[in-house]
T-cell receptor, first 111, second 115 residues
Framework: QKEVEQNSGPLSVPEGAIASLNCTYSDRGSQSFFWYRQYSGKSPELIMSIYSNGDKEDGRFTAQLNKASQYVSLLIRDSQPSDSATYLC???????????FGRGTSLIVHP | ETGVTQSPTHLIKTRGQQVTLRCSSQ?????VSWYQQALGQGPQFIFQYYREEENGRGNFPPRFSGLQFPNYSSELNVNALELDDSALYLC??????????????FGSGTQLSVL
């Protein structure tokens, strides 16, 4: 079974700090990786996608992918209380167009 | 907002009943996927519809069924409801299917409670 693992948290960081969220996956053939943000009681919204090894930056967000080690991470710089949410990692296993989601990491940014 | 709309937003049913959930996809999207999200868990794939045909199915029993209509809107039907069916049901649309870089645009979900 193809799995996506995330620490459920909560991860608590002070306002202005860097939040680092990690995700590991089991299928070496995976090609596409996504981070979704989900506020409590709301639906997930896409914030980042990454397909190649290395870093991809978008504003305060940086996605990092290391296929050899089978992990993908999300860094949030200058964390704000409004970033408090659950962050879901989604991975397309090799040969599949259906993403597998992790259980999500709860992030709390305290003032 | 994604432009994906779901109805109803909340629903309470009793065990053994049947339920129908509805989803309108974002304009220009021809693929709709349904997910079940239990409390504290990630979304679990139920099935996907592409141009009115089922295009993939997750590990859910046959009492979970669906439809897609010519306007690409979709329904999820669940028969013989069980207590464990209580969850947030999410509909997601995407502009195409079969693409490894397919991004999902989620609706606001239907919270189903089975008593």
């Amino acid at each position: 079974q193809k799995e996506v693992e995330q620490n459920s948290g909560p991860l608590s960081v002070p306002e202005g700090a860097i939040a680092s969220l990690n995700c590991t996956y089991s299928d070496r053939g995976s090609q596409s990786f996504f981070w979704y943000r989900q506020y409590s009681g709301k639906s997930p919204e896409l914030i980042m996608s990454i397909y190649s090894n290395g870093d991809k930056e978008d504003g305060r967000f940086t996605a990092q992918l290391n296929k050899a080690s089978q992990y993908v991470s999300l860094l949030i710089r200058d964390s704000q209380p409004s970033d408090s949410a659950t962050y879901l990692c989604a991975v397309h296993p090799g040969g599949s167009y259906i993403p597998t989601f992790g259980r999500g990491t709860s992030l709390i940014v305290h003032p | 907002e994604t432009g994906v709309t779901q109805s109803p937003t909340h629903l309470i049913k009793t065990r053994g009943q049947q339920v129908t959930l509805r989803c309108s996809s974002q304009s220009g999207h021809n693929t709709v996927s349904w997910y079940q999200q239990a409390l504290g868990q990630g979304p679990q794939f139920i099935f996907q519809y592409y141009r009115e045909e089922e295009n993939g199915r997750g590990n859910f029993p046959p009492r979970f069924s669906g439809l897609q209509f010519p306007n690409y809107s979709s329904e999820l039907n669940v028969n013989a409801l069980e207590l464990d069916d209580s969850a947030l049901y999410l509909c997601a649309s995407s502009p195409e299917t079969g693409a490894a870089n397919e991004k999902l645009f989620f609706g606001s979900g239907t919270q189903l409670s089975v008593l």
